[in-house]
T-cell receptor, first 113, second 113 residues
Framework: ETGVTQTPRHLVMGMTNKKSLKCEQH?????MYWYKQSAKKPLELMFV???????ENNSVPSRFSPECPNSSHLFLHLHTLQPEDSALYLC????????????FGPGTRLTVT | AQSVSQHNHHVILSEAASLELGCNYS??????LFWYVQYPGQHLQLLLK??????LVKGIKGFEAEFIKSKFSFNLRKPSVQWSDTAEYFC???????????FGKGTTLSVSS
């Protein structure tokens, strides 16, 4: 596998479920990101991790819980989500945080019922 | 806080027409600038980037962009579009702290053959 991979690609969950999204990068990068992409809105940065440490939390509700066990893996744990959380969740990585070009995964299409 | 404006929401062109997509940002300090493209059903991928030096940067597939610091702009251009350029285009700029990217809402380009 090359680049940035995300699993699952599609997820349907009820509001009381707990699920996790997984991202893996094979680029040797040190920074990883979660974004939310909703229709008609800009990409919303959610979290930034640099060398496994969280450096940005863009006022994300606590029902979204990120985890970065190492520089290659990033998780987004989901619990008690709302229908308005339905969106495409994108993972990205870069050499370092912030100013470097980012490489994106294909995203997980999440539907909350 | 840094913000990014893409004034064109949806642009419709015929093949061989020239393209210019506008991008303006608000913070006037040192910034890195990017254009990303998302073809239907594909990942977001980098078209071109500006860090420093020549303000006219060339990217993949014949795209170029000009950084005009006095106008806080980084417009994307292509002299002659093709049907395969149909995609969504996102401008991104580093935030004031240089720790993350801020994306515009995107411009959908539809090219008819």
């Amino acid at each position: 596998e090359t680049g940035v991979t995300q699993t699952p690609r599609h997820l349907v969950m009820g509001m009381t479920n707990k699920k996790s999204l997984k991202c893996e990068q094979h680029l040797g990068h040190n920074a990883m990101y979660w974004y939310k992409q909703s229709a008609k809105k800009p990409l919303e940065l959610m979290f930034v991790y640099n060398f496994k440490e969280q450096t940005e939390n863009n006022s994300v509700p606590s029902r979204f819980s990120p985890e970065c066990p190492n520089s290659s893996h990033l998780f987004l744990h989901l619990h008690t989500l709302q229908p308005e959380d339905s969106a495409l969740y994108l993972c990205a990585s870069s050499q370092g945080a912030g100013t470097y070009e980012q490489y994106f995964g294909p995203g997980t299409r999440l539907t909350v019922t | 806080a840094q913000s990014v404006s893409q004034h064109n929401h949806h642009v419709i062109l015929s093949e061989a027409a020239s393209l210019e997509l506008g991008c303006n940002y608000s913070y006037g300090g040192t910034v890195n600038l990017f254009w990303y493209v998302q073809y239907p059903g594909q990942h977001l991928q980098l078209l071109l980037k500006y860090f420093s030096g020549d303000p006219l940067v060339k990217g993949i597939k014949g795209f170029e962009a000009e950084f005009i610091k006095s106008k806080f702009s980084f417009n994307l251009r292509k002299p002659s579009v093709q049907w395969s350029d149909t995609a969504e285009y996102f401008c991104a700029v580093t935030n004031q702290a240089g720790t993350a990217l801020i994306f515009g809402k995107g411009t959908t380009l539809s090219v008819s053959s």
